[in-house]
């Protein structure tokens, strides 16, 4: 065999031996990368939103976390701020104050305070009212409660009115103890409706317990101005009224 013959052998042998070793390099490759997971993929960036599934993620590290502590921290130490009189009077809030306030700034005036009841306002009539508000405010409020309940029922609850009728005015006298012994009419409203209903309201409510001694009269008795207004302010589909209820204590 001549040399060139053996070169040419010993050079096609060494390109088999390269072609299966590459050819194996290869599977081996393609092997390991089915067996290895896809790589994590990277953290949010600080700033991105993400979900919270547990309170308990947010660590004492974490800045969130951090920021809540602190204003948990404010929020115990400097509790929310009182409520402006004006607020107070919009809402119903520290009634007797407010009622007290409203008529020491002008007696005469027929400035009303809304309630807590819808369509519904209160006032006092007198400096001997403004004196002592919680009473008058006690009075009041147990007062205004049992003509709110007593017009959803007939025959207030069907009454209509052609046009607003005058205040029922009526003297209310309670016993030493607070308990009621007497009514007086003082002004009719024009309508026999009205005025029972009036009526049998404060038969209902006008009493008070522990009540200061010195709102007594001098006949030794609790006397009480009562002036209560209805007018119209809505009717439903089925004819039912509903009132703006105006009522005024005095005492005497």
Not at 60 to 83: C, G, I, W
Request: glycine fraction near 4%.
């Amino acid at each position: 065999m001549s040399m060139v013959c053996r070169m040419r052998r010993g050079a096609a042998a060494i390109a088999l031996t390269l072609t299966l070793g590459a050819a194996g390099w290869a599977s081996g490759c393609s092997w390991q990368n089915a067996s290895v997971s896809a790589p994590p993929s990277p953290p949010p960036a600080a700033d991105a939103p993400h979900v919270l599934t547990s309170l308990s993620q947010l660590s004492s590290s974490d800045p969130d976390s951090a920021e809540l502590k602190t204003a948990a921290k404010v929020l115990k130490s400097s509790p929310a701020p009182r409520q402006s009189a004006q607020d107070a009077e919009s809402v119903g809030e520290d009634r007797p104050s407010v009622l007290r306030r409203l008529y020491l700034e002008d007696p005469t005036s027929p400035r009303y305070a809304p309630t807590a009841i819808p369509h519904t306002e209160i006032r006092l009539l007198n400096a001997k009212a403004a004196q002592y508000p919680d009473l008058a405010n006690l009075l009041l409020t147990q007062l205004i409660a049992e003509m709110v309940q007593d017009e959803k029922v007939p025959p207030l609850a069907k009454l209509e009115l052609s046009e607003d009728p005058q205040p029922v005015i009526v003297t209310a006298i309670l016993d030493d103890r607070g308990q009621l012994k007497e009514l007086i009419y003082r002004e009719h409203s024009g309508l026999a409706a009205i005025d029972n209903f009036v009526i049998a309201a404060c038969k209902a409510s006008l009493w008070a317990n522990n009540a200061p001694k010195g709102a007594l009269a001098a006949d030794g008795n609790y006397r009480l101005r009562i002036e209560a207004q209805l007018s119209k302010y809505s009717t439903d589909r089925e004819g039912n009224q509903t009132f703006i209820t105006r009522l005024g204590l005095g005492i005497m």
